[in-house]
């Protein structure tokens, strides 16, 4: 009998290589702005989080108000104005080809927002893989739980049938939240000690590493 029903993935450096995008955009807003450019790995240690807590962990002096106008900016920066490639992981499409031919269910539980994951399902066409999805415009931003057990109650799943696959420590707080198995993917956004630390079942270095972990 197979472990898991239901693998659910992150998509930022999880799936897609858009890490260096997305600190890239970051610091070109900052820098429109006129206000202090956040490190590399200031803006790297909030990926994951919705938006709105991104913007308040690395713009902490900032109003509500202030930082909810810059989301659009930093948008714009992210759809028109950074060229900078995003790319899937190598081995990727292999491996969603291998769980749906297993017959597993897939989900997606994302920082990014409802309409910017639709647009990136749609220009990788990898849509049809999953069978659903979040994203944190739609409900608790990562590590709450809320994001996995909309996921669970929707798929018909329990806890302990299903497993979350992320490259943050958010990604790993939120399924230990709950009550979910986690593997973590140290090729994104956090290190190997820093998803060791929130004692997933495994951390791996390559997309096709996963499957080992899921038999």
Same mark, same amino acid.
């Given at each position: 009998?197979?472990?898991?029903?239901?693998?659910?993935?992150?998509?930022?450096?999880? =799936?897609?290589?858009?890490?260096s995008k997305?600190?890239?955009?970051? /610091?070109?807003?900052? $820098?429109? %702005? &006129? *206000? +202090?450019?956040?490190?590399?790995?200031?803006?790297?240690?909030?990926?994951?989080?919705?938006?709105?807590?991104?913007?308040?962990?690395?713009?902490?002096?900032?109003?509500?108000?202030?930082?909810?106008?810059?989301?659009?900016?930093?948008?714009?920066?992210?759809?028109?104005?950074?060229?900078?490639?995003?790319? =899937?992981f190598e081995?990727?499409?292999?491996?969603?080809?291998?769980? /749906?031919?297993?017959? $597993?269910? %897939? &989900? *997606? +539980?994302?920082?990014?927002?409802?309409?910017?994951?639709?647009?990136?399902?749609?220009?990788?066409?990898?849509?049809?893989?999953?069978h659903a999805?979040?994203?944190?415009?739609?409900?608790?931003?990562?590590?709450?739980?809320?994001?996995?057990?909309?996921?669970?109650?929707?798929?018909?799943?329990?806890?302990?049938?299903?497993?979350?696959?992320?490259?943050?420590?958010?990604?790993? /707080?939120?399924?230990?939240?709950?009550?979910?198995? +986690?593997?973590?993917?140290?090729?994104?956004?956090?290190?190997?000690?820093?998803?060791?630390?929130?004692?997933?079942?495994?951390?791996?270095?390559?997309?096709?590493?996963?499957?080992?972990?899921?038999?």
């Amino acid at each position: 009998m197979q472990r898991f029903d239901l693998i659910i993935f992150d998509w930022d450096g999880t =799936l897609m290589d858009s890490i260096s995008k997305i600190v890239d955009c970051m /610091q070109a807003l900052a $820098r429109e %702005l &006129a *206000i +202090a450019v956040p490190s590399e790995k200031a803006v790297r240690d909030v990926i994951g989080l919705s938006m709105p807590e991104a913007m308040r962990a690395l713009f902490p002096d900032e109003t509500e108000l202030t930082r909810a106008g810059w989301i659009n900016r930093y948008k714009a920066h992210y759809q028109i104005f950074n060229a900078t490639p995003s790319p =899937l992981f190598e081995g990727v499409p292999e491996l969603l080809t291998s769980l /749906q031919g297993a017959s $597993r269910k %897939l &989900a *997606i +539980a994302t920082g990014k927002g409802r309409e910017g994951l639709n647009r990136i399902l749609d220009e990788t066409r990898l849509g049809d893989f999953f069978h659903a999805s979040r994203c944190a415009d739609e409900t608790q931003s990562k590590p709450h739980p809320q994001m996995l057990q909309e996921l669970l109650a929707e798929l018909g799943v329990r806890p302990e049938r299903a497993v979350m696959i992320g490259d943050s420590a958010f990604d790993l /707080q939120m399924a230990n939240n709950a009550g979910v198995a +986690a593997i973590g993917v140290d090729y994104g956004t956090h290190d190997r000690d820093t998803l060791l630390g929130v004692a997933p079942l495994a951390v791996v270095s390559h997309p096709l590493e996963i499957l080992h972990h899921l038999r």
